[in-house]
Antibody, heavy 120, light 107 residues
């Protein structure tokens, strides 16, 4: 089965750091662009970041640029999101998702999400 | 940033009816438009990409159309399990952006 499983969420104070991970299975991971999409409680979807299959190019939403870093380890079928200088407004469910093909960021496979709560 | 605007915000329809959801982009996104369905407590599910191509396993009662700035998602013969929030998303230009969603309720 094609699957994405996120981990690493939790409760963190403002200004703190957290690293999310997403492990992929059931497909050739390095062939696919991967992304992170978040959803604040009761709100809509917000794209966060994307990374090419090779890991050579990354893109970020302005709201997280300079604070979040996306990376991948194709040997471990894992994509990660390092989140620094966290703010209350970063509170959300973070989903890992697979782009249907490179440079076509319709996301056809999603993980179950991991909740990040930023609060003092 | 391309702003995606969906209408209506909420919709209540009866089973068996046909329904059309709209999505408008603030500038042309060509056919780089996707539709998702999200049920409570679940991750989004891709329905349509390329404005009109059904994703794998999506029933034929879901269809998409449009190009440029105006897009529609049509659900024919609505069923109770279609109750969900529907989002459009453009992937023509960075940053990727989603519409605010249309909540579809089945009476």
């Amino acid at each position: 089965d094609v699957q994405l499983v996120e981990s690493g969420g939790g409760l963190i104070q403002p200004g703190g750091c957290l690293r999310l991970s997403c492990v992929a299975s059931g497909f050739t991971f390095n062939n696919y662009e991967m992304g992170w999409v978040r959803q604040a409680p009761g709100k809509g979807l917000e794209w966060v970041s994307d990374i090419l299959g090779s890991g050579s190019t990354m893109w970020y939403a302005d709201s997280v640029k300079g604070r979040f870093t996306i990376s991948r380890d194709n040997g471990k079928n894992t994509v990660s999101l390092q989140m620094n200088s966290l703010r209350v407004e970063d509170t959300a469910i973070y989903y890992c998702a697979r782009a249907i093909r490179t440079y076509s960021q319709a996301f056809d496979i999603w993980g179950q999400g991991t909740m990040v709560t930023v609060s003092s | 940033e391309i702003v995606m605007t969906q209408s209506p915000a909420t919709l209540s329809v009866s089973p068996g009816e046909r329904d059309t959801l709209s999505c408008r982009a603030s500038q042309s996104v060509s056919s780089n438009l996707a539709w998702y369905q999200q049920k409570p407590g679940q991750a989004p599910r891709l329905l349509i990409y390329g404005a009109s191509t059904r994703a794998t396993g999506i029933p034929a009662r879901f269809s998409g159309s449009g190009s440029g700035t105006d897009f529609t998602l049509t659900i024919s013969s609505l069923q109770s399990e279609d109750s969900a929030v529907y989002y459009c998303q453009q992937y023509d230009k960075w940053p990727l952006t989603f519409g605010q969603g249309t909540k579809l309720e089945i009476k």
